[in-house]
């Protein structure tokens, strides 16, 4: 499945802006816009990039074709030479950026757009609304895999968040390490691996427990995962082992307490013969949850709600803010809002072990590396044309991983605190 | 922009169950589900229905097309059998349900499908997916509707959530009871009005405020929207006037502590002679802000962030449930959660005053209502067709705004407590 042109997934102000900006001349000046979080959802210690590809994707596609102009001048939101000039666009500008599966901090200028003002203005809602749904949940989905201590996670909240926003959450829960997801789209789009089995619905349309684990071993074999919690836990894991036999590959359980479930599952399925049985958790996990059963004997766990709504961060704040105009560095005054005008460049230092240090947000362009700095945008988009060789979403995970390492060892605590490093700013 | 097929927009594990059942000849049973909500979110007196309206479009395209089969062959998701099915699939089953812009209590059954397992087993991710985001988003927007005690809301939020979830999000927020909306595609595909004028970004691209001013005036006109707060409030205020005239439709403030600003705004505009100019207020508006600014001078408001994530429920946690099958009653025992077997119906009774008493569910098909219920669900599919003449978008909102005022007194405020009404269960 393939959307036609996303160019209509915009805020009507920025067409409006443009209008007024083609009628004095100044939609041809140069500017730089950036897209930074102003701060970390609360206690978060860092963010993880994600979306980036998508949103290279959609701008591939963010054009005003005929339909899509007659709609703006039906309902009158833009003159004709506005419509004019839209039924002509194609982003000429350039774009760079972290890479997916970096880490960011407040202030990280993770996307910078250049271009003219008519270039850069109409991309502010596509490219927030992108990043601002994917950072939020690949950040809160990298703090799942990291509680979840090397056991996979299939991610299976496709029926709790938008239809369209599953997709995207499956695959930036997936670049944050999660094994897999049930979302059938996601696989089809990103080649996500997917995962799934049974619901209790299944059980309950057959006449009995032991009938409804037959039909599913017959159909998918002794290998799969049999849900045993419809009516008794412990007869559950009985009909299964009897009807599949001591080869079961897993039974999942998805109600009560988890974690005294899973220990009598355990004895049970070892008693049984049932030894290389596998234990999948799932029912309203977060994080914590997740943390909170380190110690028992769970060999997997499913999270669904939390993941995709951000574990209560369902939105990363971040904004595209207009920095640099022909040059000159601009900035909204505010008592409120710290800002900072002009062209960012950000480095992050560490140690010689590889620990992060500091995140360095430097107002100049082509600023030189010192010697344990590491610049973090790369060229994503030159003159409308996405840069070859990005980073696959394969990479972005193993980058992610990476990335996660270099965190001072409170960085990766659960608990609310301060980002893991801070953020300078510098003018060299 | 309509989207192709919807069909992947699926848990693997229906495909696995439906594979199954096609294998054992349960496939073929008569099956009812039920969606419904076990309870609102945490302190929430009611929830609104939405979201159905867009669900019977997405059935509309779920269809297995060549494409579709072929990818799930090669994930190895459905066997040679369940392939032949699906490329013939095309629901052809009933769903009843609440109309848009009804009410929802715990339990209310907004909606039952009917029809084999093999039907309506595949249709449980993109119903709940659909029924879950805009149900929340509804629920939250109505509330933020009340507490602005019929000053126009605009929703600003598309940013701030992924990018097709932001034009469900203005449809249901609309849908509540909002004004108007920013996303164009909202207006595209949905017809909802939409607002906007500029952004810090237009100001700071000019040389001085005066020149943004006078250029968005010169391309809209005087009765535009001027945002005031780039620099110093006061002095935009003074600028605004200056180059529109104190014929200037509205000045807008997006930071600040705008009940205060808003106050100052209104004498500064008011000693200028622009005593017709509106004021319009953003930044971070959830019902609990907007309500608090209600002696204040504002005439109307900009929502973004909160209405787009639900205010702090960001899904309204509906399940899909199997409760009939052969025409006999299937539950799920659980100690944790409250199961009732078998097809409802739905009742609401009402005081001859109109305030509703009860949400009562009978475990029974075919209920002849009392002289004061009123029967809540519709149907809207005969033997997978649609119902013709369902409640438009506009009748939806209508239909909100009069279930509202059916609420007991306390049904509308805003701090948290039991449900509305109460809802009761019943078998005859």
């Known amino acids: 499945?393939?959307?036609?042109?996303?160019?209509?997934?915009t805020d009507r102000y920025e067409l409006t802006m443009l209008g007024s900006a083609l009628r004095d001349g100044t939609a041809h000046r140069e500017c730089v816009f950036e897209v930074f979080a102003r701060r970390l959802p609360e206690g978060r210690r860092y963010g993880v990039v994600a979306g980036t590809g998508r949103l290279l994707d959609a701008l591939a596609d963010f054009r005003f074709d005929d339909e899509t102009v007659t709609t703006l001048r039906e309902i009158d939101a833009v003159d004709d030479a506005t419509a004019d000039h839209l039924a002509g666009y194609r982003f000429q500008g350039d774009v760079d950026g972290y890479p997916e599966g970096e880490l960011y901090f407040p202030h990280s200028p993770v996307l910078t757009v250049s271009g003219t003002f008519a270039d850069a203005v109409v991309l502010e809602t596509l490219a927030l609304s992108i990043l601002n749904h994917d950072c939020a949940i690949a950040s809160a989905a990298a703090r799942m895999v990291t509680a979840a201590a090397g056991r996979p996670i299939i991610e299976m909240g496709s029926r709790r968040t938008h239809e369209q926003a599953a997709v995207a959450a499956a695959r930036a829960a997936y670049l944050a390490g999660f094994a897999s997801t049930s979302n059938l789209e996601a696989a089809r789009r990103y080649g996500v691996p997917t995962a799934g089995t049974a619901a209790h619905a299944f059980t309950l349309l057959h006449d009995d427990e032991r009938a409804a684990f037959a039909a599913q071993v017959d159909a998918l074999g002794a290998g799969t995962t049999l849900l045993v919690d419809t009516y008794d836990i412990a007869r559950g894991i009985?009909?299964?082992?009897?009807v599949a036999g001591p080869g079961l590959g897993a039974v999942r359980i998805d109600s009560g307490d988890l974690g005294v479930m899973a220990r009598h599952a355990r004895e049970q399925l070892d008693g049984l013969g049932a030894t290389g049985t596998k234990i999948v958790v799932s029912g309203d996990l977060d994080e914590f949850a997740i943390a909170s059963l380190g110690a028992t004997p769970v060999d997997?766990?499913?999270a669904g709600t939390a993941v995709v709504?951000?574990?209560?961060a369902p939105t990363a704040g971040m904004v595209y803010k207009l920095v640099e105009v022909d040059g000159r560095p601009v900035e909204k005054r505010s008592a409120h809002k710290q800002s900072h005008g002009g062209r960012k460049t950000a480095l992050r230092s560490h140690k010689p072990s590889g620990t992060a240090v500091e995140e360095i947000v430097v107002a100049q362009r082509d600023v030189t590396p010192g010697e344990d700095e590491r610049?973090?945008?790369?060229?994503l988009v030159r003159g409308g044309e996405r840069v070859a060789g990005l980073p696959t979403l394969e990479q972005a995970r193993r980058h992610l991983r990476e990335a996660t390492v270099t965190l001072p060892w409170d960085g990766l605590k659960l608990s609310r605190g301060e980002p893991a490093i801070p953020t300078r700013f510098t003018h060299d």
């Open 1 to 9: 499945m393939t959307l036609p042109t996303t160019a209509l997934l």
């Open 238 to 242: 009985e009909h299964a082992v009897e």
């Open 300 to 302: 997997s766990y499913g």
């Open 309 to 312: 709504t951000g574990s209560g």
């Open 375 to 379: 610049p973090l945008q790369l060229p």
